[in-house]
């Protein structure tokens, strides 16, 4: 049920790397604790580990775990919050806020597909494209809006080339922001997923006067291999005011 794993979400610790944004990429502290991930070794049993646990939680993909270490580590949900997730098939974004945010918040999920997912009644799940804006999308943005949290998990179609998939992977983060900076609250979170690459570094130090916070996360959950790092916006600011800078 997503209430008791929700008490198990705030009991258990899980242990990632994360990097802040400042002068240069930093290696910060590494959380953990009786119930952190174990290591995982090999590409075989980091499948196996995380399916495997993904099922057993009732979440329709192991994602789940790369927001979950975040939130543990800078309470980024919170009950009766209004949440908007954009790239959210297959849902697992979507399920842990929904039970995070509870029966008084409220969580849109957006994704050109639309999941086989059973979602609890405070998800609203659109099947619409962001870069169309169609008004059936502005319509539901604009009823629930300001947002708490923006969140996106949004990533291009990989095609091989590194440059390629690094540039598109940054047009959807900007996309994301594009969003956030129209429908987020003052005070409010951005989450966005993002490939590695050179653009990344003059895209964070565009957006660090819009946060009281900017911070660079790698999830233990996501494979070491993998060019996947997640930006994450505290402290929302609105055009026309300066964030001190962090």
Known sequence: MLLSLGERCRNS???????????????????GGRDAAPVIKSMK???????????????????????????KAYKLLRQGQK???LGACPGSWTLYAAERVGAGGRVIGIDLNMPDTVFPEQ???????????????LGHLQALAPFDVV???MAPKTTGSKFTDQARSIQLVEAAFTVAEEWLASGGTFIAKVFEGPDVHPFVQSIRS????VTMVKPKSSRAESKEIF????????????ASPA
Not at 65 to 71: R, T, V
Not at 123 to 133: G, N, S
């Open 13 to 31: 610790q899980f242990v990632f790397q994360l990097y802040t944004y400042g002068s240069g990429w930093h290696e910060g502290a590494r959380l």
């Open 45 to 71: 049993q980091y499948r196996d580990y995380y399916f495997k646990k993904a099922k057993q939680d009732n979440y329709p993909a192991r994602s789940v775990y790369k927001l979950q270490e975040m939130d």
């Open 83 to 85: 949440v908007l997730d």
């Open 123 to 137: 998800v609203t799940f659109l099947q619409e494209d962001i870069f169309a804006r169609s008004p059936v999308f």
């Open 151 to 153: 969140m996106s998990d």
């Open 210 to 213: 819009r946060f009281a916070k």
């Open 231 to 242: 930006i994450l916006g505290l402290g929302f600011v609105p055009a026309g005011r300066e």
